[in-house]
């Protein structure tokens, strides 16, 4: 504590990631740290940029990084945005687009980053309690707001929402926007990103921290209307030009065009969820 402190800093209440252990010799569950490599072609990129261009500032907006994104989804451009991690993407919404009157809704039990934010941004929100099977029941977000917000599947609880159930959420509240934080889904589920250009108050963020193993690098991104995509873009240039560096950019360009390693780490993944379920004398997916 200190006299020199900004009144907001007496008030706030960090985001910590967990216990960050210093040992090499551990599988460390806390932060979904991806346990297999990233893609050898995104190590190739660092290794082939790294060198004299580094004298340079990378490209500001990112364009081929979007690009390959926009290619990938079958998007344009000007409907993706990306920071430095989702994390970043998450704080320039949170001040870009949910600093409303009316409260912002997110599930009881979620990131919990989601607090921080509103604490950051001074903005109100109110719980939604989850059901007692730990889901999320759409209908309960139908209410006033100045915005809504869930990782879908939900963390901590791991709980999937349908796509259909996330429409229908959309077609009941189409005056605030509406945040699916998708960190999770390509180990299971189907992306909100097909419904992007159907409602314009959806944005879906997604990361390659955890997917596409690439924590370090700190990439993340949004994509959904290109009029979401603007705040967010007058937001980032107020406060960082230059959020992802030139060795990030080659490396998540080679993470989303390397689509083969990508899916077969993924079911990787998956797969390590198998288990023998007695009662039904099956192995099942958890
Ligand atoms: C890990 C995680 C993020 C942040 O990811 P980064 O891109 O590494 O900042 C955001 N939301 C949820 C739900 C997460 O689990």
Not at 25 to 42: C, D, F, I, M, R
Not at 150 to 177: D, H, Q, W, Y
Request: glycine content about 6%.
């Amino acid at each position: 504590m200190s006299k020199f402190w900004s009144s907001i800093v007496h008030q706030l209440d960090p985001y910590t990631p967990g216990e960050q252990p210093k040992g090499t010799n551990l599988v460390k569950l806390n932060t979904n740290e991806n346990p297999y490599a990233p893609s050898p072609k995104a190590l190739a990129a660092i290794e082939a940029y790294a060198g004299d261009r580094l004298r340079l500032y990378p490209d500001p907006n990112a364009t081929d990084l979007k690009k390959s994104i926009a290619d990938y989804y079958g998007m344009s451009i000007n409907q993706v945005f990306v920071g430095n991690g989702s994390d970043e993407v998450l704080a320039h919404i949170f001040q870009g687009l949910f600093q409303q009157s009316k409260p912002l809704l997110f599930p009881d039990i979620t990131y919990s980053f989601y607090t921080a934010f509103c604490g950051l941004y001074k903005i109100n929100y109110e719980l939604i309690p989850l059901d007692n099977d730990l889901t999320i029941n759409v209908s309960d977000y139908v209410r006033n707001n100045g915005g809504i917000i869930f990782p879908n599947p939900n963390a901590p609880t791991g709980c999937l929402l349908a796509l259909n159930e996330i429409e229908s959420l959309l077609k009941a509240n189409t005056e605030s926007v509406v945040v699916v934080d998708e960190a999770y889904i390509d180990f299971g589920g189907e992306s909100a990103v097909s419904l992007v250009n159907y409602y314009p108050n959806l944005l879906v963020t997604q990361t390659l921290s955890k997917s596409r193993s690439l924590a370090g690098l700190r990439i993340g991104l949004a994509v959904g209307h290109p009029d979401l995509i603007e705040a967010l873009d007058r937001v980032k240039d107020s406060f960082n030009s230059y959020p992802l560096d030139s060795l990030a950019i080659v490396a998540g360009i080679a993470a989303f065009t390397d689509v083969d390693y990508f899916k077969s780490t993924c079911e990787r993944v998956i797969l390590s969820r198998v288990v023998w379920q007695e009662s039904s004398h099956k192995w099942v997916l958890r």
